[in-house]
């Protein structure tokens, strides 16, 4: 059984932090990439950051300069550093990874709240 779990979300004002884990157990152990995707309330899910495991990464537009993307491999943990937070960064966050082969999982989500 693969499960990814989630931490870290809350509530923090504007220009405030919070980091992100997701830490990956069970059968998958050949990791293509690890990220970060969100989902706002009435809009569709949006990739935030991603990792692969040679350590190349993706950002969103919106988040660049402010969101770090980093991954422990001994761990199988995947990490999410939310610097200089904005309300439109209000969403619930969901963990992704994805094998070599192809496929997804997906972790359960945890809510980021901004606001004053």
């Known amino acids: 059984q693969v499960q990814l779990v989630e931490s870290g979300g809350g509530m923090v004002q504007p220009g405030g932090s919070l980091k992100l884990s997701c830490a990956t157990s069970g059968s998958i152990f050949s990791i293509y990439a690890m990220g970060w995707y969100r989902q706002a309330p009435g809009k569709q899910r949006e990739l935030v950051a991603t990792i692969t495991s040679g350590g190349t990464t993706n950002y969103a537009d919106s988040v660049k300069g402010r969101f770090t993307v980093s991954r422990d491999n001994a761990k199988n943990t995947v990490y999410l550093q939310m610097d200089s937070l904005k309300p439109e960064d209000t969403a619930v966050y969901y963990c992704?990874?994805?094998?070599?082969?192809?496929?997804?999982?997906w972790g359960q989500g945890t809510q980021v709240t901004v606001s004053s």
């Open positions: 992704n990874v994805r094998p070599y082969g192809g496929g997804y999982y």
